[in-house]
């Protein structure tokens, strides 16, 4: 049986929420909602409904928020990735402020300093230095071509995933969360493919020749392009290699992956050197590091150098500690601090950043680094620590899951003097702290906004050994 459609008319937006989405009420009950702003009067289509709150999305304006601003991008409302850009920014920076007090008051459960001011981001249009784009048979339809009624033909598209949609990509003309560059070499591609009549990925049917294209441009100007196909047609991946490399010359490092399995991950397949050295050079601050095709860098070049200025003033360190720069991808925050430490000791899982971890610090003369590919919690134990010392200061910096709880325990065991913990999620970041609160104290709390005009928060937070 069908569950009966339930629209709320002209509810007020009263407050920003979280994770982008703001509230209203009605009766008492709280409802969450999805494409509006505090001060919109909204119709709101209920997409769950419990029995104390609610979650919807805004379908019909009936007035619109004096806070809003005109978005700039023409596939605002569809895509999902830069959803406040109807915000002024520094009402983007107010919201994230408040979700990162309240949430780390929520579910850190702990006693908690003041949190600093955010910083913002200088930049914030074309600020990423990497964007992945996918290429399908299935393209998104808007709700207003649905609603003509018309039979409109499966058709290919390239570009972003659709919010919540796996089968469905939206086809991206332009995109603003990097340098021109992207949307010319996106775009040169999807006409080439047009021409020749080159078959997109079937994500249903797992068939199709192109599936994805993943950029990364620094801010040296190198630029990589990596092309994965769904299957290995030299013919054609060399045509459409050359042609690519002879109508954007700035391509500096051009490879091409061949993926025959069912999901886009390529941590597990080999990247094929079609042209240029296989790797981009990026630079933050004095310092320059590698970066290979399958290697995690910060994507915001440039609030990382801020973020690591952070991370190295929380550190507060003297030239004698033993740093430990845990998830260290290729060494960056480790290698920004080494002239401030003693030794430094990266660790990561995967063996391709620890790879370019020791090549940076070589690139970067730097002799008392070292890294390991590995678990932490399996690496760390009294043999290691016999050679190579305790830490006097732990860099975390885990991806949006957090820290695994064992490790954590880790932590708890090994009792460095000072936990600097990176974050880009920081409800897990919040419960992390409340498990490290048996030992540790937070002292300092710094929000960052490495990603304008989406709901995602950076935060450092500084913890010390309680005495």
Not at 7 to 24: F, M, P, Q, V, W
Not at 260 to 265: F, L, T
Not at 434 to 441: D, E, G, I, V
């Amino acid at each position: 049986m069908k569950r009966k459609k339930i629209i709320l008319k002209n509810l007020s937006i009263t407050d920003y929420a979280s994770e982008g989405k703001s509230l209203g009420r009605v009766e008492g009950k709280v409802i969450f909602v999805e494409g509006a702003v505090p001060g919109d009067v909204a119709d709101i289509f209920i997409t769950k409904n419990k029995k104390d709150w609610a979650e919807g999305k805004a379908i019909n304006f009936t007035e619109y928020s004096k806070e809003r601003t005109d978005p700039f991008c023409i596939h605002f409302g569809i895509c999902g990735g830069c959803k406040w850009q109807m915000l002024p920014y520094e009402k983007q920076l107010q919201y994230k402020q408040q979700e990162a007090e309240q949430v780390l008051k929520r579910i850190g459960k702990t006693e908690l300093p003041d949190v600093l001011p955010i910083i913002g981001s200088d930049n914030i249009i074309y600020y990423r230095n990497k964007l992945d784009f996918t290429f399908s048979n299935r393209r998104y339809l808007t709700n207003e071509e649905i609603n003509k009624s018309l039979q409109i033909p499966q058709e290919n598209a390239l570009g972003y995933h659709a919010p919540g949609i796996f089968d469905k990509i939206i086809d991206i003309k332009e995109c603003w969360l990097m340098d021109e560059i992207n949307n010319l070499i996106r775009n040169t591609i999807r006409g080439y493919a047009i021409e020749k009549k080159l078959s997109y990925y079937d994500i249903k049917e797992h068939t199709g020749f192109l599936r994805n294209i993943i950029l990364r441009y620094s801010s040296t100007a190198e630029l990589m392009v990596n092309m994965v196909f769904g299957y290995d047609d030299k013919t054609e991946i060399k045509n459409l290699l050359s042609f690519l490399l002879e109508k954007i010359p700035a391509i500096t490092t051009l490879l091409y992956t061949i993926n025959p399995k069912w999901n886009d991950s390529i941590n597990d397949l080999d990247p094929r050197l079609f042209s240029g050295k296989c790797y981009i050079t990026e630079r933050i601050g004095e310092f320059k590091f590698k970066i290979s095709p399958k290697s995690f860098f910060q994507t915001n070049t440039r609030q990382a150098l801020k973020l690591y200025e952070v991370a190295k003033s929380f550190a507060c360190l003297t030239g004698n500690e033993i740093v430990y720069d845990l998830y260290c991808g290729t060494g960056s925050i480790g290698i920004f601090l080494s002239k401030s430490a003693k030794k430094i000791i990266g660790v990561d899982l995967i063996e391709e950043s620890i790879k370019d971890a020791k090549e940076n610090a070589v690139l970067n003369n730097i002799e008392h680094a070292h890294f390991f590919a590995g678990d932490v919690i399996k690496i760390c134990n009294e043999d290691f620590f016999a050679e190579y010392g305790k830490p006097d200061v732990v860099i975390t910096d885990p991806p949006r899951v957090g820290m695994h709880e064992n490790l954590i325990s880790k932590l708890l065991e090994i009792e460095a003097l000072k936990i600097v913990y990176v974050s880009c999620n920081v409800a897990t970041q919040a419960r992390d702290i409340n498990l490290l609160a048996r030992k540790y104290a937070v002292k300092k709390i710094q929000p960052l906004d490495m990603f304008p005009h989406t709901h995602h928060i950076e935060c450092v937070v500084l913890l010390e050994l309680k005495q």
